[in-house]
């Protein structure tokens, strides 16, 4: 079975075509500014790589350019689309209506676009892509939904719940959803597979220019670090974590700026670029440490003491901790980063080997110290194969 894999964002079109008979990739791309002049797609497949300045008014057109990139050409991968067995959609935000991957039908999507008040940039550019692929491949390929959102939907209320009225749950669905859930799925699962044993209190640090942190106990996650939006949890990139809520009110005052300019504010100007004022890349922030920049130096330790504070309130929250595992741009590459976050931690009796954690290589690598109790693992996470076996699994099983 082939599966095309989607991610669509408002103006771009994350793609990936998976050969589900031994899970490699075909070929892979990214349509960018769709709906926005100088729209362009980069196509990579047969250990090469093209790129063409497209115009693309709509995802539709994107659509029909991967399949034009995929099927002719020095990039060819299949002969026609018929090849295409299934499509495999990331979806960021399910709330409470979706606790599983689904087959698109129509109910669904406009269930989708009824919630994406809660994340309005994310969910309508989903929308957009389900039904621009519907008309591209037609309605006899089937289309899955994978939700960032449902791995956390075992969370229990004290987890995901607000201190502020209940109505605002109930009225609107005020509560934590978290997100990268796909990326906590396939790693934790990872993790339980290498030591052979489901029944772990484990901690998953997805960390890069977006980055949360979640507790999974026996399989399922129990909380989150994200909140409503990808807004909250620790410092990432440009979002400022969790704050105290008057410190956003103050601001507006000094600032003159008021609602969704606040929360662009929040989402684009905080972070690691606010505090360092240097770059949101954790690798020009590192650099300019290096070279003495102070504030640099804050930023670093500030990541790494939030992330440090979330896996002991985790592993508090789940009695007793049996592994940590580091994945995502930061958590996979930074080495400075993850010795930070486990240092001084053998109270947890935790600690990690300096020498495996600067060599560490590979899909999963175990940077465990001598003697620790607790296993650090990192693990490169693949968000694409997590939905391409979703998508395989609801696929064949609609068949039978």
Known sequence: MKILVINCGSSSLKYQLIDMSNESVLCKGLCERIGIEGSKITHKANGGEWSAEVPFPTHTEAFMKVVEMMTTGEGAVVRDKSEIDAIGHRVVQGAEFFTKSEIVTDAIIDKIEEIAPLVPVHNMAHVQGLR?????????????????????????????????????????????????????????????????????????????????????????????????????????????????????????????????????????????????????????????ADAGNERAKLALRMLSYQIKKYI?????????????????????????????????????????DPKLNLEARGDIRDISGAGSKVKVLVICTNEELMIARDTQALVLDMKK
């Open 132 to 288: 621009s692929a519907k008309d591209v491949f037609g309605e006899n390929v089937p289309n899955v939904v994978v939700f960032d959102t449902t791995f956390h939907q075992t969370m229990p209320p004290e987890a995901y719940m607000y201190g502020v009225p209940y109505e605002m749950y109930e009225k609107y669905s005020i509560r934590r959803y978290g997100a990268h859930g796909t990326s906590h799925r396939y790693v934790s699962q990872v993790a339980a597979q290498y030591l052979n044993s489901t029944d772990l209190k484990m901690v998953t640090c997805h960390l890069g220019n977006g980055s949360s942190i979640s507790a999974v106990k026996d399989g399922k996650c129990i909380d989150t670090s994200m909140g409503l939006t990808p807004l909250a949890g620790v410092m990432m990139g440009t979002r400022c974590g969790d704050v105290d809520p008057s410190v956003v009110t103050y601001m507006e005052q000094k600032l003159g700026i008021h609602g969704q300019e606040m929360a662009d504010y929040l989402n684009k100007k905080c972070g690691l670029l606010g505090v360092s004022g240097v770059s949101s890349d954790m690798r020009d922030v590192t650099s300019a």
């Open 312 to 352: 002991g309130s985790y592993a508090a929250a789940m009695g007793g901790l049996d592994c940590v595992v580091f994945t995502g741009g930061i958590g996979e590459n930074d080495a400075r980063t993850r010795a930070y976050v486990c240092k001084n931690m053998g109270f947890l009796g935790l600690s990690i």
